[in-house]
């Protein structure tokens, strides 16, 4: 078995900051993809950042350079630091993680339950 555990979201004013932290835990071989995903009501589920175990990174157009994501291999943790909010970033943000099991060696998404962020005066 696997979860991935988040922590971090709330309430935020226009401007304001936010980090949501991530990580995945259980019988683990190896993590290939990591990253975040939100969905705002009525909208579709997007990637919003994500990074590769080999530290490639990539960004939704909406929220490069605002936002900045991270990652600790070692801990099998993901990290996404996010400035300058704005009104459209408030949505459920949910961790994703392409993890390798022992249990079946074979890559299989995962998905923490999910966090909410409101950006909001």
């Known amino acids: 078995q696997v979860h991935l555990v988040e922590s971090g979201g709330g309430l935020v004013q226009p401007g304001g900051s936010l980090r949501l932290s991530c990580t995945a835990s259980?019988?683990?071989?190896?993590?290939?993809?990591m990253g975040w995903y939100r969905q705002a009501p009525g909208k579709q589920r997007e990637l919003v950042a994500g990074?590769?175990?080999?530290?490639?990174?990539n960004y939704a157009d909406s929220v490069r350079g605002r936002f900045t994501i991270s990652r600790d291999n070692a801990k099998n943790t993901v990290s996404l630091q996010m400035n300058s909010l704005k009104f459209e970033d408030t949505a459920v943000y949910y961790c994703?993680?392409?993890?390798?099991?022992?249990?079946?060696?074979?890559?299989?998404?995962?998905w923490g339950q999910g966090t909410q962020v409101t950006v909001s005066s």
């Open positions: 990074v590769t175990s080999g530290g490639r990174k």
């Open positions: 994703n993680a392409k993890v390798t099991s022992y249990s079946t060696y074979i890559a299989n998404d995962y």
């Open positions: 259980g019988s683990i071989f190896s993590v290939s993809f």
